[in-house]
């Protein structure tokens, strides 16, 4: 079975970091391009961040560019989510999400929650 | 604010057909796949409709999707309780290089 599990969520401070991470199994990781999606609290879904299946090519929304960074590490089936100078509109629940070959987020995980206040 | 955009909500009996619009642009809806997500109050969204009118396995047939220029729908025919949800359109956009989702729209089962 395909799994995502994130972790690393947390209270923190404006202007603060917090390192995200998404643990993967049951898929050949390195072949797939990942994603982080967020939603905060009663409201819709947005687009955070992608990379690639080797991690050459990044995409960022412009909300979080030159602040947050997006990584892997195939041979830890693992993806991460770097997040510096943090804000109160940065408080979300962060899903990581596996791109389907066919187009599409097919798998998403459980989300971690993240919560900018001083 | 969402690129694209989607009725915040529609509603309708069981057994009902219900359908969801999301409007764009040509830098995304124009040129681009549109995906659409079913997610439930507290728990992960769902991948319902990929490549503009394909179900993934397991989504029920009463689920579909359709794309005209920069305009796409989502029809759910012989509305059911557990369908009650919100569901969100999504695509590429070329001008903005981001994926975007749509505002969302939330469905009541009356």
């Given amino acids: 079975e395909v799994q995502l599990v994130e972790s690393g969520g947390g209270l923190v401070q404006p202007g603060g970091s917090l ?20 939603q905060a609290p009663g409201k819709g879904l947005v687009w955070v961040s992608r990379i690639s299946g080797d991690g050459r ?18 041979a830890k089936n693992t993806l991460y989510l770097q997040m510096n100078s943090l ?8 899903y990581c999400a596996r791109q389907s070959r066919r187009d599409g987020m097919d798998v998403w995980g459980q989300g971690t929650t993240v919560t900018v206040s001083s | 604010q969402s690129v694209l955009t989607q009725p915040p909500s529609a509603s309708g009996t069981p057994g009902q057909r219900v359908t969801i619009s999301c ?7 124009g040129n681009n796949i549109v ?9 992960a969204p769902k991948l319902l409709i990929y490549i503009n009118n394909q179900r993934p396995s397991g989504v029920p ?23 009650e949800a919100d569901y969100y359109c999504a695509a590429w956009d070329d001008s903005l290089n981001a994926y975007v989702f749509g505002t969302g729209t ?5």
């Fill in chain 1, 19 to 38: 390192r995200l991470s998404c643990a993967a199994s049951g898929l050949t990781f390195s072949t797939y391009w990942m994603h982080w999606v967020r």
């Fill in chain 2, 35 to 43: 995906n659409w997500y079913q997610q439930v109050p507290g728990t």
């Fill in chain 1, 87 to 94: 804000r109160a509109e940065d408080t979300a629940v962060y």
């Fill in chain 2, 61 to 83: 047939d009463r689920f579909s999707g359709s794309k005209s220029g920069t305009s796409a729908s989502l029809a759910i025919s012989g509305l059911q309780s557990e369908d």
């Fill in chain 1, 57 to 74: 090519s990044t995409n960022y929304a412009d909300s979080v560019k030159g602040r947050f960074t997006i990584s892997r590490d195939n």
């Fill in chain 2, 23 to 29: 409007s764009g642009s040509s830098s995304n809806i």
């Fill in chain 2, 106 to 110: 939330k469905v009541t089962v009356l």
